[in-house]
């Protein structure tokens, strides 16, 4: 009997557990009036009230999308940018596009994130209260063939780099009483994918990550979520051969490949005073392929 309800007093330790970790960040014990933290790091305005997590609904939001320069990030970066929010992004090297400001940022080392979220805090002028964490890499192979080395760095990328952004952006938050964080998964990461072990084991573990997340900081007005893509309609599956990409389209309901677009529009529903109240969530956005996962 004892082992049937253990989940009960597993569940009610959490906001032991949360205090402690929330105690440790600031310096100081949550409660009434017992904002901002112990030290000598600079006070910003954060533009929301300590008190209510959606007194913002009217205002721009400070926004970091990691791997904002190509692809789904770039979209995502440009529908924030288009909608009025403050965005920075996050590139390895080079510059970034055009109309978007950015910062170099390595997300498989906790001092470039670091480095590159105090940059970006002062292009924004506050905290970050929006993360998408997006900047991923692929290094398939068959599983008897993968070496050490690709599976390490996938997942250091992809899982890893997303706990060092969510673990540095949760800070200002946490003052704030409000924040989102948006992680970019894959249906790999539901589905699975053959010659893509460490792609989806990767991918996989951000819904752990982002529901754990959601634990620890969901009384403080902290949301976190995943959007889980399927096909996206880029010049790689324009350059797929008929055949394939007529294998690919027979196995989605929809029959057609998503828009960065429209992954980028449900990312920032997530990020809005609607999705307050949405947390631990894993969207799909992928026309009906991996539904039931």
């Known amino acids: 009997m004892a082992a049937r309800y253990s989940h009960i007093r597993l569940a009610r330790s959490f906001s032991t557990d949360t205090l402690a970790v929330v105690t440790a960040?600031?310096?100081?014990?949550?409660?009434?009036?017992?904002?901002?933290?112990?030290?000598?790091?600079?006070r910003y305005d954060y533009g929301v009230s300590v008190t209510d997590s959606t007194s913002s609904n009217h205002q721009p939001q400070a926004v970091l999308v990691t791997g904002g320069n190509r692809g789904i990030g770039l979209a995502i970066a440009r529908s924030f940018a288009d909608a009025g929010h403050d965005v920075v992004i996050t590139h390895r090297s080079g510059q970034p596009p055009e109309g978007l400001r950015g910062v170099v940022c390595d997300v498989t080392d906790s001092e470039s994130v670091d480095r590159a979220f105090t940059q970006a805090e002062e292009l924004l002028g506050r905290p970050v209260q929006v993360l998408v964490?997006?900047?991923?890499?692929?290094?398939?192979?068959?599983?008897?063939?993968?070496?050490?080395?690709?599976?390490?760095?996938?997942?250091?990328?992809?899982?890893?780099?997303?706990?060092?952004?969510?673990?540095?952006?949760?800070k200002g938050m946490i003052?704030?009483?409000?924040?989102?964080?948006?992680?970019?998964?894959?249906?790999?990461?539901?589905?699975?994918?053959?010659?893509?072990?460490?792609?989806?084991?990767?991918?996989?573990?951000?819904v752990g990550l982002a529901r754990s997340i959601t634990r620890e900081l969901g009384g403080r007005g902290i949301t976190a979520n995943?959007?889980?893509?399927?096909?996206?309609?880029?010049?790689?599956t324009d350059q797929l051969p008929e055949d394939l990409?007529?294998?690919?389209?027979?196995?989605?309901?929809?029959?057609?490949?998503?828009?960065?677009?429209?992954?980028a529009g449900v990312v920032r529903w997530l990020a809005s005073p609607e999705a307050a109240y949405v947390s631990g969530a894993v969207i799909p956005v992928d026309g009906g392929l991996g539904m039931g996962h």
């Open 25 to 42: 960040w600031t310096g100081r014990r949550p409660g009434p009036g017992r904002e901002g933290l112990v030290g000598t790091a600079p």
């Open 133 to 170: 964490a997006n900047a991923g890499i692929t290094k398939d192979g068959l599983l008897m063939r993968m070496s050490d080395e690709d599976f390490d760095a996938v997942v250091d990328t992809n899982l890893a780099g997303a706990f060092r952004c969510a673990r540095r952006a949760v």
């Open 245 to 263: 990409r007529t294998k690919y389209l027979a196995s989605i309901p929809a029959g057609r490949f998503a828009t960065t677009e429209e992954v």
């Open 175 to 206: 003052r704030a009483r409000h924040g989102r964080v948006v992680l970019v998964s894959s249906v790999v990461g539901l589905l699975g994918g053959a010659g893509q072990t460490n792609y989806a084991a990767s991918k996989a573990g951000l």
């Open 226 to 236: 995943v959007v889980a893509p399927g096909f996206i309609e880029t010049e790689m």
